[in-house]
């Protein structure tokens, strides 16, 4: 059964990060979509993302209630299985553009808009109902945990395909890349038929459901549904966490590659790049499957609180160190202070000259001579920017591949409190889609404006770069933290959700007890 589940998970993996990773080069750089269709794009993106969600979440359990039939999952595999291979193609779309930006901005606009709209409708059909099936299949903590163990090996597996992406992508020349994504979607296509098609998933007993004479009833309105969303705290505080993760997580994704090109690249080889590329998808799921023994001992809340402080402590010390060998303050790069014209006049500050211009390889004949201290320091920041970018996007990343156990539990309580028949998994996660989604096109968005800003100026291109790999840790690390220390599906309560599910306990949904 995890084996199975996890089939998905090594095909969503292979078509979702070669399409976050390169998406945003690939309207920048290669079809060089203007500022404004850019922007138009994302707006489009943004609302069509968060509405996609729960509409496919509702019409997801809505329709498994009414068949009339208790196997809700039988109501998710065939939708794996049909909107799979449709999001393959979606996928496919992107890298063979209608138009270019310089002769035909219009059509390398719809373009984009088109491609966005296609891929994350079908990505949301099938993955909603996917996310779903982990709760559905079985409502043991331990099991789940196992699935998701298991999703994160398979990731792992399916992450082997950026490594590759990262040789053939070359925006002068897309054929070879062509090539690799055909083969890339069509891989994924098998994932998806081994998941839909497997003998070994099987449904949650009845009782477990919570199907009782003391339920309330089978399936409650959108607007029923919606107050009773409304007063489960551990929802919305989960919900504020995620929008602050979804964006950090879509931010260091979307940019990562560019950033790694323009901070170090004049300093590592193509094939380190590829291999730092690499271990940034691979390193999450490895971390997922060490921590998901521990889960047994420490609690969720506490091992992502945990990741939370490693991210901040990383980025700091990462920033101190930066900030030493450049002769800087940390205010001064945070603040992006350092774009103001002195600091980039070799007579105002001739070692930081001397320095980002080793860097950026922008070298003229007076830097071509260098101080020694400037090249120590180049050795320097190289090593640990790349290593700062890789830990904050390793961080970031099992945090979000921690969340669907979250929303599980969420999901119980959800069938608890609220005393149904079935549990409602696909408008849990579609609710949250809702409100996190956003994040995945204001993160492109800022990052965009400050990059194209700055692009005229090598110098200043690469501060700005350097500026946001600590601000937006920063920034988003210390708010999750104050968001998430006030949840509280953990410890007691959690147990308790769960005896509820499993042995029917009398008066159990009365509550009182939250």
């Known amino acids: 059964m995890a084996l199975a589940y996890g089939m998905t998970s090594f095909s969503s993996a292979i078509l979702n990060n070669i399409f976050i990773t390169y998406y945003v080069e690939m309207a920048v750089s290669v079809t060089r979509v203007s500022e404004g269709w850019f922007m138009t794009a994302q707006v489009i993106y943004c609302i069509w993302n968060s509405l996609n969600d729960p509409a496919c979440g509702w019409w997801g359990d809505t329709h498994a209630v009414k068949s009339g039939k208790g196997k809700l999952y039988q109501r998710r595999l065939p939708r794996i ?7 393959a193609l979606s996928f496919l779309l992107m890298w063979f553009p209608w138009g270019d930006g310089a002769t035909s901005p219009t059509l390398a606009g719809i373009h984009l808009v088109a491609t966005l709209i296609l891929y994350d409708g079908w990505l949301s059909y099938t993955l909603i109902n996917h996310q779903a099936l982990l709760a559905d299949m079985t409502g043991d903590t331990i099991e789940r945990e196992r699935c998701n163990m298991y999703g994160a090996g ?12 990262h040789l053939c992508w070359d925006i002068h020349n897309l054929h070879v890349f062509r090539i690799f994504a055909a083969i890339a979607a069509a891989i994924s296509c098998f994932g998806f038929y081994s998941t839909s098609n497997s003998p070994h998933i099987t449904e949650r007993a009845a009782h477990q459901l919570g199907a009782s004479p003391r339920c309330k009833s089978d399936t409650p309105t959108l607007m029923a549904f919606t107050k009773q969303a409304a007063k489960q705290k551990n929802l919305w505080v989960f919900i504020a966490m995620g929008i602050l993760q979804q964006f950090s997580c879509t931010f260091s994704t979307n940019f990562f590659s ?11 080889s193509n094939t380190t790049q590829s291999v730092v590329l690499y271990a940034s998808f691979i390193l999450p799921h490895l971390g997922t499957m060490v921590i998901t023994p521990i889960l047994q001992k420490v609690s969720k809340k506490n091992i992502i609180m945990i990741l939370f402080g490693l991210r901040l ?12 060998y ?4 940390s205010y001064s790069l945070l603040s992006m202070e350092l774009l103001d014209v002195k600091y980039l006049d070799d007579s105002s500050d001739p070692h930081l000259f001397d320095l980002v211009s080793h860097m950026t390889g922008n070298l003229t004949d007076r830097t071509m001579n ?3 201290e400037s090249v120590n320091g180049v050795y320097a920041i190289t090593y640990v920017l790349t290593a700062c970018l890789l830990a904050n996007r390793v961080f970031t990343e099992t945090v979000c591949r921690l969340e669907p156990l979250v929303i599980t539990d969420l999901i119980d309580e959800d069938c608890v409190v609220n005393k149904r028949q079935h549990l409602m998994s696909s408008m849990i996660f579609g609710s949250f889609s809702l409100f996190t989604k956003p994040a995945q096109s204001l993160a492109p968005m800022i990052g965009y404006y400050f990059v194209t800003r700055h692009s005229a100026s090598p110098l200043r291109l690469w501060l700005c770069v350097t ?24 410890g007691d309560y959690l147990k308790f959700i769960k005896s509820v599910l499993v042995h029917e306990l009398p008066n159990a949904t009365d ?3 939250v």
Do not use: D, E
């Open 326 to 329: 450049m002769n800087v303050s």
């Open 511 to 513: 509550g009182t007890y």
């Open 467 to 490: 500026s946001l790999t600590f601000v937006i840790p920063l920034i988003f690390t210390t708010l999750s933290m104050l968001a998430w220390h006030n949840y509280r599906l953990t």
């Open 258 to 268: 560019m950033f790694l090109v323009l901070l170090v690249g004049k300093h590592l």
């Open 154 to 165: 398979c990731q792992i597996l399916g992450s082997g395909a950026i490594f590759a992406a």
């Open 313 to 324: 402590v990383t980025c700091v010390a990462a920033m101190k160190i930066v900030c030493s």
């Open 370 to 372: 260098v101080r020694p």
């Open 81 to 87: 299985k049909f909107g799979g291979p449709l999001w």
